[in-house]
């Protein structure tokens, strides 16, 4: 079964990165499609952008100039980069994997909240 | 950017009763269309893809249909455990978008 893990800072400051971590156990982390997701505290979700393993990503035309989605196949892992975020930025975060093409989530993490405050 | 509207935005209803959720998009997205269900405090679980297809492991009294910008999600029979808050998603054009939730509640 598999199974997915976001990690990193629960806090992070006004104007800095955020930067986060999902670990993928239980199957190959090849030929899938890996997301981003988040939900504001009593909000709705809102896709924030995926990578492909090989590499290839697409964004969130709202948010793509301040993110990074990167894969390390080897670790099993891939990540994402927030860059000057704030308080709107607080929210849950989510990694999940695709089904059969990057379409629906069929895979998702716990989920790991982010706050941003000074 | 593909708006998707879900309604109602709260729903309460009892154990048995049959239950339809609706999602309209803001233009036709065929049939690229899935629904989650969201407990508290947990991330949510993929029900149903392609607007009608049932995920593997999801119990029957689930369905979807729709197509084009109207689409629905009918519980036939509430069971205690379907109390929960249930998402569209569309992914027929970039960005991929979400309704805002339909929550359903204990009558």
């Known amino acids: 079964q598999v199974q997915l893990q976001e990690s990193g800072p629960g806090l992070v400051k006004p104007s800095e990165t955020l930067s986060l971590t999902c670990s993928v156990s239980?199957?190959?982390?090849?030929?899938?499609?890996w997301s981003w997701i988040r939900q504001p505290p009593g909000k709705g979700l809102e896709w924030i952008g995926y990578m492909y393993y090989s590499g290839s990503t697409k964004f969130n035309p709202s948010l793509k100039s301040r993110v990074t989605i990167s894969v390390d196949t080897s670790k099993k892992e891939f990540s994402l980069k927030l860059s000057s975020v704030t308080a709107a930025d607080t929210a849950v975060y989510y990694c999940?994997?695709?089904?059969?093409?990057?379409?629906?989530?069929?895979?998702w993490g716990q989920g790991i909240l982010v706050t941003v405050s000074s | 950017d593909i708006q998707m509207t879900q309604s109602p935005s709260t729903l309460s209803a009892s154990v048995g009763d049959r239950v339809t959720i609706t999602c309209r998009a803001s233009?036709?997205?065929?049939?690229?269309l899935a629904w989650y269900q969201q407990k508290p405090g947990k991330a949510p679980k993929l029900l149903i893809y392609k607007a009608s297809s049932l995920e593997s492991g999801v119990p029957s009294r689930f369905s979807g249909s729709g197509s084009g910008t109207e689409f629905t999600l009918t519980i036939s029979s509430l069971q205690p455990d379907d109390f929960a808050t249930y998402y569209c998603q569309q992914y027929n054009d970039y960005p991929w978008t979400f309704g805002q939730g339909t929550k359903v509640e204990i009558k």
């Open positions: 999940a994997r695709h089904d059969a093409g990057p379409h629906y989530f069929g895979y």
């Open positions: 233009q036709s997205i065929s049939s690229w």
């Open positions: 239980g199957g190959s982390i090849s030929s899938y499609y």
